[in-house]
């Protein structure tokens, strides 16, 4: 035997012993089930209230996912200058408006000037919108009109500006004077600004995978040392594909359902791919067509 090949059996043993090892010791534990996420059968949130149908984030698209009914809504929220949470998704409202500045840099007055539908066209290629104003809406105001809707809340401001700093405290303090705890899951692009919330939160509001988490998680499920994956969220809003990684594997519904965390897909608009992905274990699916979700067959 030569001396590379016992190099070679050595590392392997090593690294055999050690997922042994780690396997011994270390056992996978369950979240605890949230409040929020109790559903006996597969669920449709309206993303920014159904993007394809009314303008987004705008009280018509709200309007126009409630009537097929949806069981609640996927919104962003940003701060406004004056400190008020609206439900908006980009820093800025220049691409979307007939307007133009920062979310940041303008009161909640000023940003309710502007035509958030300026730009909006339906499926037939119209656009409705441009001669009336179709404002912005604060996230109290839609926490308000909808208490029987499951919310999913995402943190767009960063957690490194001066917005995003105040984001957590300010989002904690809305849900708790209101009393819907039951009805709210926190997420964000940036894992930082979900354990800030949590802070506040004390795990008593449901939490969503962060993009941090998310790779953490298909990382450890694409090794050999899944069983050492700590979950500290409640629930995987997950793209189809992200870079090199297909989150629409059975395989992973399934490692992250042991561990009593549901999966929901984002962005699925087409009726074969809604159908597939419930089949295969998600919780539900965030549609910009709830329209189109609607006719999700019956037997999921």
Request: glycine share 6%; proline share 4%.
């Amino acid at each position: 035997m030569g001396k590379k090949t016992k190099v070679a059996l050595a590392i392997a043993a090593a690294s055999a012993a050690a997922w042994a090892g780690s396997k011994a010791i270390s056992k996978p534990q369950k979240r605890e089930s949230k409040e929020a996420l109790q559903f006996e059968r597969p669920i449709i949130i309206a993303q920014h209230g159904g993007a394809a149908l009314a303008p987004a984030h705008s009280r018509l698209a709200f309007e126009q996912a409630s009537k097929h009914n949806v069981d609640g809504f996927a919104v962003s929220v940003r701060l406004t200058k004056d400190e008020e949470i609206i439900a908006f998704h980009d820093a800025t409202v220049d691409h979307i408006t007939n307007g133009a500045g920062a979310v940041k840099d303008l009161t909640l007055e000023e940003l309710q000037q502007l035509n958030i539908g300026y730009y909006f066209e339906t499926i037939d290629g119209t656009r409705p919108y441009e001669e009336e104003t179709v404002s912005v809406v604060t996230l109290r105001e839609l926490f308000e009109a909808y208490p029987d809707k499951l919310f999913i809340v995402s943190i767009q401001d960063s957690p490194d500006t001066y917005e995003g700093s105040l984001m957590p405290s300010k989002l904690w303090r809305l849900i708790e004077e209101l009393d819907i705890q039951y009805q709210i899951l926190v997420t964000s692009p940036y894992s930082e600004q979900i354990d800030r919330f949590n802070l506040y939160a004390q795990n008593r509001i449901a939490l969503g995978a962060g993009e941090g988490d998310i790779k953490k998680a298909m990382t450890a499920f694409t090794s050999q040392f899944g069983h050492l994956y700590h979950p500290k969220v409640d629930l995987f809003v997950l793209p189809l594909k992200s870079g090199v990684f297909n989150y629409d594997s059975p395989r992973f519904v399934k490692f992250l359902e042991d561990l009593n965390i549901p999966t929901i897909y984002s962005n699925i608009d087409d009726l074969m791919a809604m159908n597939r992905l419930l089949r295969q274990g998600a919780m539900g699916i965030i549609t910009n067509r709830p329209d189109i979700a609607a006719l999700i067959e019956e037997t999921n």
